[in-house]
């Protein structure tokens, strides 16, 4: 009998996360679709000489990696560690989140426990998203500097080493970096996709590239097309701000839903400790919790994607 009702755990797990998915990536296409009609309706649609000049050349610099999504955001975290590393971390949390499931619950739920291994890929996602965000935020400032050490008579390259003296990390080693690698002999065009090879998924550091480079294929006011740049990211920081205090009120109620089920089972469990042993004692109750655990995770996923809003 326990081993029938774990087999059933297993399936009500597969079968609701291959549903969750289904009607995720479906909803996502639909969006996709929504947007690329109001795009063409807009005429803001990129031809291709456009869209190869904001990816770079991107069969060639590879700027963002298609083999593994882990690497994506190891590289938008600056490389911590390698690759390898994360695949250890992730097989050792699922271990010990096995291990531990299985020694606390004493049932075929305790498998759930091997949810521990995501953490590591959590963790690795939140310090990609902050570096990247501080990146960004960081990157109107340094263009502002390239564009007054440009007005002083100071070359492109050497404002750049001006932005990695007076800049703090993220921004400030990335330009240094690439005035070191312009400095030892490589392209500036190489140096510059290199650039966003280690920082893949910034747009407004494409828009920079794309722009410079441009500019030394047909020349321009460099010093205003950065001066643009700079403005332009910081309205939409402003934008974006304001659409946080607008949305504010969702992610909260969001947040309140999502820790509810924990403080009223925390609430039940100091009042009346044996009222919610059946679920952890009973293979009946084993099923009802693993596939309650199942539908909180993805209503907590569902709540999370519909309180964002896409710029």
């Known amino acids: 009998m326990g081993k029938l009702v774990f087999i059933a755990v297993i399936i009500v797990v597969v079968i609701v ?16 679709s929504q947007s690329q009609e109001v795009s063409r309706r807009l005429g803001l649609t990129l031809g291709d000489n456009e869209a190869r000049l904001l ?21 938008q975290a600056g490389q911590p560690y390698p690759l390898r ?33 995501l953490v590591p890929i959590l963790l690795i996602r939140s310090q990609a998203s902050s570096r990247i965000r501080r990146l960004t935020e960081q990157l109107p400032d340094a263009v502002d500097l390239m564009s007054r050490s440009l007005q ?14 007076e800049l703090p990390a993220p921004i ?33 550091l494409q828009i920079f590239v794309s722009s410079v480079l441009l500019q030394r294929d047909t020349g321009g006011n ?17 934008f974006e701000g304001k659409l946080a205090a607008l949305t504010s009120e969702a992610k909260f109620t969001a947040w309140v839903l999502g820790s509810l089920p924990f403080f009223v089972t925390g609430m039940i469990s100091f009042k009346n400790p044996d009222y919610l042993s059946p679920l952890f004692s009973d293979p009946l109750g084993n099923l009802l919790l693993g596939g309650c655990i199942c539908m909180f995770s993805f209503g907590v996923f569902l709540m999370s994607d519909f309180s964002k809003v896409e710029v």
């Open 85 to 117: 590393t994360l695949h250890l971390y992730i097989a050792g949390g699922g271990a010990i989140g096995l291990v531990m499931g299985l020694a606390a619950l004493r049932g075929p739920v305790g498998v759930l426990g091997m949810g521990l291994g």
């Open 222 to 238: 460099l010093i205003e097309i950065l001066q643009s740049i700079a403005k332009t990211v910081r309205s939409r920081f402003l």
């Open 55 to 75: 990816k770079i050349t991107m069969g060639d610099a590879k700027v963002v990696p298609t083999d593994s999504q882990l690497e994506v955001w190891l590289n």
């Open 17 to 32: 996360v291959m549903l969750g998915q289904g009607i995720y990536w479906v909803y996502r296409g639909w969006q996709e």
């Open 152 to 165: 002083a008579g100071i070359g492109l390259t050497e404002s750049m080493r001006t932005v990695a003296e």
């Open 172 to 204: 400030g080693p990335e330009f240094g970096h690439v005035y070191e690698e312009n400095n030892l002999g490589r392209d500036l065009r190489d140096c510059l996709t290199n650039l966003l090879r280690r920082n893949p998924g910034c747009f407004d």
